[in-house]
């Protein structure tokens, strides 16, 4: 069996006015061939498939068409769980439906469906458990997110003991991962993240999805990755490489694991340069591919508007965001709160400090994340 490992496709992405459909679009193009040329049966999608909840029709078109209906004439099976990005009920009305192209979309955990057999090889799939569904299928309420994460693993591990080789599909937060910001960074929290050790060891391999950038989980006690977005989807992500994930697992586990590279279409960089050497900068930058953001940092305002006017005639069209200006004075903030912890948690933990003369308890940290998590409304990285 030959299978390959994606996530984090994020169809519907924008930066500033700019769809990044065409870089996802770039990138389903090589696993497309690549899937073909090496004759895979199976390629796993360990969830956010969109960016959005409700996806705009160009974004559902890219997906179904572009990619599903591609595989499924090459007779590939795609099989699907959801990331904190969609929407399950979305996810759950397209499911029957996606059968007939060989799709198998999992929508939310269910601890009554929850595997798919392919040959000699069994999906287990978790697709991301929210704090509300975790915590309805947990007997026990006084314990952490993750402990009920990781009971929930551990029962479909017993479920399935009969398999030999089994792949688990999920996503969510494993602890020491190595995160960029787009994750959204109330949800990789401590209280959030799943020890490594919570990952049984009847697993032949682990296919992640939810941190965007590729890693091998070392602690793991079996093969466990993030095979991280397919291109860069913010400039916290810029200069990152992107890869995915080739696996062959014959009857007794795995034959061949391999990190395959894909080619990014528009790499995203960021530039940070002086007012006075920004206009001699403008036909280097003019040169680059890609999209830039572009920090000025301006020591007299007076000259401002017609710089800003100048660069974006020149390279308007590489800058999604426009031009960042940036004064004295802010460059003196960023430097005073380097060393604080920015997460609205971090934030409030630090608040909580200076306030009590000691460290937030464990109750009001749970109580807090709640809140934020109800204010965010629908889960997000
Ligand atoms: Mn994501």
Do not use: W
């Not at 994020?10 to 061939?33: F, P």
């Not at 997906?63 to 099976?77: H, Q």
């Amino acid at each position: 069996m030959k299978l390959v490992h994606i996530s984090d496709l994020h169809a519907g992405k924008t930066l500033g006015n700019i769809s990044r459909n065409e870089d996802l679009l770039y990138a389903l193009d090589q696993i497309i061939s690549f899937s073909k040329e090496n004759r895979v049966n199976t390629v796993l999608v360990a969830g956010d498939i969109f960016d959005k909840a409700n996806p705009d029709n160009l974004s559902k078109q890219l997906i179904f068409e572009d990619f599903f209906l591609r595989l499924n004439s090459l007779n590939i099976n795609t099989i699907v769980i959801a990331g904190n990005h969609d929407s399950y009920d979305f996810f759950k009305s397209i499911k029957e439906l996606s059968k007939l192209a060989r799709v198998h979309i999992f929508d939310r955990p269910n601890p009554d469906s929850f595997t798919i057999d392919l040959d000699h090889v069994t999906i287990v799939a978790l697709p991301y458990p929210s704090e509300r569904v975790i915590t309805e299928a947990s007997e026990r309420a006084n314990i952490s997110y993750a402990e009920k994460v990781e009971k929930f693993i551990n029962y479909m591990d017993k479920k399935t003991e009969d398999r030999k080789i089994k792949i688990l599909l999920a996503h969510l937060m494993i602890a020491g991962a190595v995160c960029t910001h787009t994750e959204r960074e109330v949800h990789i929290s401590d209280y959030y993240a799943v020890p490594p050790s919570a990952i049984p060891t009847s697993f032949t391999y682990v296919a992640l999805g939810h941190v965007h950038k590729y890693q091998r989980i070392d602690k793991a006690p079996v093969p466990t990755y993030y095979s991280g977005t397919l291109y860069q989807i913010d400039f916290s992500e810029a200069g990152q490489e992107k890869y995915f994930n080739f696996i062959e697992i014959d009857k007794e586990g795995i034959k061949h694991l391999e990190t395959v590279k894909i080619d990014i279409k528009n790499p995203l960089i960021n530039i940070e340069v002086d007012q006075d050497e920004v206009l001699k900068k403008l036909p280097e930058l003019k040169k680059l591919s890609g999209y830039i953001k572009l920090i000025v940092n301006v020591k007299n305002k007076k000259t401002v508007p017609y710089i800003v006017d100048r660069i974006k005639e020149e390279i308007g069209e590489k800058l999604p965001r426009g031009v960042e200006l940036r004064s004295e004075y802010d460059t003196r903030k960023a430097h005073s709160l380097e060393n604080i912890n920015l997460t609205p948690l971090g934030l409030y933990k630090e608040y909580y400090k200076k306030e009590y003369g000691e460290e937030m308890p464990e109750d009001i940290e749970r109580a807090f994340i709640t809140l934020l998590e109800e204010t965010y409304e629908t889960p997000s990285p």
